[in-house]
């Protein structure tokens, strides 16, 4: 039987992405339409999307929805296309007074909450214009945690509804929603103040994320190893009472991989493609991403590639202890992309005006880059101080370019260390958060590159590994059976 599957995201690849989250919803909304199923994804219209890629089709049933939030109302509409290579359906909320403006999030907005209300109202809304009833609501991350809530107050006369089911997934407990208790208004669930955390609002705060986990039928996050860290107190960043009261209705499923996007077999965007079996381009690759950064090409060079938010969640602060010990070794080459705090963006800066022949960093979003540095590179670095799942593990195992990882959350699920003697595991692991553990996995990493045959075996381990969304979705459809009965 086919399922009708409605994901609500504030990201979803290619239309708006600042991490990992846009390329899951779509990697799941393209799997589970492959499957059949009926798969409609609500995203709000930013106005990036409106001027470039958003489809000009207007969803006649959702023309000009007018939502009342306390003090304000809303009114948006939808347009609706598909999503690339896929039959699934994607509304864009269109609200040019909420989504135009950019960046698509920002601390400063003070109406960051009706937002993201809108968004989980939108969604409803627009499933009743449609006359169309989900099986199950997929919500993602903070952004959505009301809907379970607002499906179970406002919406709860309409028998549209009655036998949906929600799931939410966290992707990032960093993240949580957090605003003044007195947004409960704004957001139109005065009536409905009882069923927030009483003792949050005591303290005059609203948890969306919270709200979301009190609600949600279900609760999943990205990897098995996170959905333990975050019933710890170290891991839950406040949440882990009400995960713990939830623990039988949380479960951990890794992510998948696109690999239509991520495989350099396929990959469009790189200077050449290659194989496990024939990995001429590999090199191909490397001298042009030299070259795209300046950097000496000279041969037998190293490079280490980082391709990230650049936040204190990815471990950088490990970094400024170990570079330079690490650079010493001549052949050692650094290829950053990235943006987010400035002083990990002066670092990596610092240390390019320092070796301007062996650092490279290009501060900013880039895609095309991302996919040069996951096949030009000889290895990638993700010593995340925490990382509920992670992506670029996962395409750099596959473009052949061996991961040094923390062992925390979804890196400790997917990448196994590698055993010189025995020339088995996938990348290089270390354990504690200090810069000693990751030197030593760096120093571990430089022996394994001096035997060339060990690491050509490396290579192979972690290029033959499979995360694809055949593998991983599979578990996603089991789930939402389950929900259903
Ligand atoms: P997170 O979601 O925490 O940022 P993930 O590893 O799950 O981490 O996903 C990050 C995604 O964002 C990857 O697809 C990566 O290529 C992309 N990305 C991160 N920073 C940049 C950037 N500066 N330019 C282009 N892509 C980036
Ligand atoms: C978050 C996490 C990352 C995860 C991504 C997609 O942004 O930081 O680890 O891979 O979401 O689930």
Redesign the pocket.
Known sequence: MSLRICLVSSEVAPFAKT???A?VVAGLGRYLASEGHDVRIFLPLYGRIARQDAPREEAAEIAAVSVRFNGSMQTFRCRVGTLPDSTAKVYFVDCPEMFEREPIYSSTYEDEHIRFGLLCRAALESCQRLGWSPDVIHCNDWHTGLLPLYLKSLYAWDRLFAKTRTLLTIH?IGYQGQFPARVVGDLGLADHRSAFHQEDLAKGEVNFLKTGLLYADWITTVSRTYAHEIQTPEGGRGLEGVLGARASALTGIVNGVDYGTWDPAVDPTIPARYTVDDLSGKAVCKQKLLERFDLDASDGSLVLGI???LTG?KGFDLLPDVLPVVMRDPRVRLCV???GEGRYEEYFQWLRDKMPERVGIYR????EL?HWIEAGSDAFLMPSAFEP????QMYSLRYGTPPLVRKTGGLADTVEPFDRATRTGTGFVFEDYDSHALLAAMQELLRAFDDPEGWRQLIRNGMTQDFSWAKQGPDYVALYRRLIG
């Open positions: 991490g990992g989250l390329d990032n391709v990230s938010r969640q992309l990235g943006s900013g979003y880039h895609e991302a799942c992670g992506l670029n």
